[in-house]
């Protein structure tokens, strides 16, 4: 079935009075109902006139160019198309204050993997209307608003496989390598080991035809990171530049908080003359937009600070010529913004 007919399928799947009826978050799934207005491509073109400061191959820098070429906020009819056959629905679940948990759902086999499900009810009233077998749980880290839902849920569907890479989480039972894939139907999920925030935070990385997205808990946000508790900026450095901002640039990052309108004022703060980030800023203030997921990693190249570390603006106002540490800097300026 095309991509955008399975789309309007969904939508019309008696999912929205579920989602939209939740009394417990302070925001909804706009993104399923309301288009994301698109950003101006001429935003993006001063950009392209010099390189990417960032230590990146000149292979990715060019796919960054291609990407912001083309670049479009997704709306509701464009979310999942692309040139091939997208088995892999993605479906954010809002849960407590500004968490999000996600479903993943392979409609080729009809199993589906939930990330981070600390209110697993929700979860599992989706579930069943989907008509879908859940088989697995994928935890990005050991914190309660994230792994707290893990007892009660295997509670009611007992035998999952839990996977996480830290002891510290409920009801693992499988631990993860760097790198390591595994399957969830067809799907294959590349845990990618993204340490910082919690010594054990995994990333997860799927690849459906032309499909690429990342669930980043708490270490990417759009346009911002984690704070690092278990880690010290050269840890976050490397999770950051070295991992996540080397996958495609039209990857779709799904991270664990809406906090988006909060990292693009402190974006803005430290960049002031950053139209990219101004402009987002401009867009995500607007109060129709309540949800502002997904991002991509080409966006968070333009407006996350913490990705441009090396950028020389960053480093004057930093005083540091170091990345690790303008990322330390950048941190410690966020914890008090």
Not at 19 to 25: A, D, E, G, I, N
Not at 92 to 118: G, H, M, Q, R, W
Not at 172 to 187: R, S, T
Request: proline residues 5%.
């Amino acid at each position: 079935m095309a991509s955008s007919a399975r789309l309007t399928s969904f939508i019309s799947f008696s999912l929205r009075p579920f989602l939209f009826s939740s009394t417990s978050t302070s925001f909804s799934l706009c993104s399923l109902t309301t288009p994301r207005a698109p950003l101006p491509r001429s935003a993006f073109y001063s950009t392209l006139s010099r390189p990417l400061q960032h230590q990146r191959s000149v292979h990715h820098q060019q796919q960054l160019r291609t990407h912001l070429h083309s670049f479009q906020r997704p709306s509701h009819s464009k979310l999942f198309s692309t040139s091939s056959v997208i088995d892999m629905r993605v479906i954010p679940v809002p849960v407590l204050e500004d968490n999000y948990a996600y479903i993943i759902f392979d409609e080729k086999t009809s199993e589906c993997a939930v990330v981070d499900p600390v209110e697993p009810q929700k979860l599992l009233h989706i579930i069943q209307h989907l008509g879908a077998k859940l088989t697995s749980v994928l935890c990005t880290h050991h914190h309660w608003d994230h792994a707290g839902g893990n007892v009660e849920l295997i509670s009611k569907k007992p035998g999952l496989a839990v996977y996480g890479a830290d002891a510290r989480i409920p009801e693992i039972n499988y631990v993860v390598k760097d790198k390591e894939e595994f399957k969830v139907g067809a799907l294959t999920i590349q845990a990618l080991w993204t340490h910082c925030h919690t010594k054990g935070c995994v990333s997860y990385y799927i690849k459906d035809g032309a499909e690429r997205v990342v669930f980043t808990g708490d270490t990417l946000f759009l346009s911002g990171c984690g704070r690092f508790f278990e880690g010290t900026a050269a840890d976050m450095y490397n999770s950051l530049l070295h991992i996540l901002a080397t996958l495609p640039v039209e990857t779709k990052v799904y991270c664990g908080h809406e906090y988006t309108k909060a990292n693009l004022r402190f974006a803005h703060h430290v960049e002031p003359n950053n139209q990219h980030i101004a402009q987002k800023l401009q867009w995500c203030m607007d109060e129709n937009v309540t949800s502002t997921i997904p991002g991509t990693i080409g966006e968070e190249l333009l407006c996350n600070p913490f990705l441009r570390v090396n950028e020389p603006s960053l480093q004057a106002l930093t005083g540091k010529s170091d990345p690790i540490d303008v990322m330390h800097v950048l941190r410690e300026m966020k914890n008090n913004f």
